[in-house]
């Protein structure tokens, strides 16, 4: 569920020799557009060296020193490292030091490789974990009694995320923020950094708040903000015409064109997506659910989820609780 506003996230980078750039940078670059809106955000990054070698003459600097106690964190970060690029001397130190206080986060999030770095540290045992594809039966043989899977491109199970790699590190600090900070900033973010292109995990825990966004229509977009902000309300076409200075019929077209859906489609998905995620993330009733996301009643979220959605709202929870 989201912080509390106000409440701060403090995240830790594990910094290590052989660091496959964007397995940093793609995640990170989710954090600091969020700190353009969310000032509570704190990084900090630490590693066995002072400075990294990174990209040909390039390096990193300003690496503090692994700290023997480290602080509780919200999130601890571990990039993915090119085999070539570990350090053999160090390396082990890292593991144990890995293994000793990843206690102290909240979440462990593994970038492409990174998940090896925590199966060897022995926190993927009897968990859900993905890596890159050409990396999955390493992994199994790291973590034996883990459940890889590779028909993901991330996995959360309890407080580790693990993801496949490269540019799927954007998805898991997406999926990530959205879970500290709620979908709407999470929705800002992904508009900033122009991710027009909503990929999820095993289960799609944010397609409904970036489906059909795949546009430059400031009118739409205002639009769905304010339906994300309002699932409760009782929207009209009416309503949502005069929001965007159309008229209905200008609206169901111009909508339709660019979302790939009408606008009643549109929020019925949006209050869909927050049933499933309330489902998860809390043992409310479905006619309690139904209410909180504006669908009236259990009867109405049953109706909704057979036009839009596979199963039924109790088959879809039975599944989840099994996995």
């Known amino acids: 569920m989201p912080s509390p506003e106000g409440a701060g996230l403090t995240v830790g980078v594990l910094m290590l020799p052989g660091?496959?750039?964007?397995?940093?940078?793609?995640?990170?670059?989710?954090?600091h557009a969020a700190q353009q809106q969310d000032d509570g955000i704190a990084i900090c990054y630490f590693g066995p060296r002072a400075s990294l070698d990174w990209l040909g003459p390039l390096t990193l600097g300003g690496i503090e020193p692994l700290p023997q106690a480290l602080e509780p964190l919200d999130l601890l970060l571990v990039p993915g490292q090119y085999r070539r690029g570990i350090d053999p001397e160090?390396?082990?130190?890292?593991v144990d030091w890995l293994r000793r206080q990843a206690g102290q986060a909240s979440?462990?999030?593994?970038?492409c490789s990174g998940s090896l770095l925590m199966a060897e540290a022995g926190l993927l045992n009897g968990r859900r974990c993905t890596t890159h594809h050409t990396l999955l039966e390493r992994l199994q043989g790291l973590a034996p009694e883990a459940r890889v899977q590779g028909d993901c491109i991330f996995i959360e199970d309890g407080p580790c995320l693990t993801s496949a790699g490269i540019s799927t590190g954007i998805d898991t600090m997406l999926h990530w923020l959205t879970r500290r900070l709620g979908h709407r900033l999470a929705l800002s973010v992904a508009r900033e950094m122009v991710l027009y292109l909503r990929r999820s995990g095993h289960e799609p825990q944010l397609a409904g708040?970036?489906?059909?966004?795949?546009?430059?229509?400031?009118r739409i977009h205002r639009l769905q903000d304010a339906l994300c902000a309002g699932l409760k309300e009782?929207?009209?076409l009416a309503?949502?015409?005069?929001?965007?200075?159309?008229?209905e019929r200008h609206l169901r077209r111009r909508?339709?064109?660019?979302?790939?859906?009408?606008?009643?489609?549109?929020?019925?998905?949006?209050?869909?997506?927050l049933a499933r995620q309330l489902m998860e993330e809390t043992p409310w009733s479905?006619?309690?659910?139904?209410?909180?996301?504006?669908?009236?009643?259990d009867r109405q979220l049953r109706r909704a989820w057979k036009r839009l959605e596979v199963g039924s709202p109790r088959a879809w929870r039975r599944r989840l609780a099994v996995q």
């Open 209 to 218: 708040w970036l489906a059909g966004r795949n546009h430059v229509d400031e």
């Open 255 to 273: 909508f339709a064109v660019v979302a790939g859906m009408s606008p009643g489609d549109y929020l019925t998905r949006l209050r869909l997506q």
């Open 19 to 31: 660091q496959v750039p964007l397995d940093l940078v793609g995640p990170l670059q989710v954090l």
């Open 286 to 297: 479905l006619a309690r659910i139904a209410e909180e996301v504006g669908l009236g009643d």
């Open 239 to 247: 309503g949502m015409a005069e929001l965007t200075a159309l008229s």
């Open 234 to 236: 009782r929207w009209t």
């Open 90 to 94: 160090l390396q082990p130190g890292c």
């Open 107 to 111: 979440t462990l999030m593994g970038i």
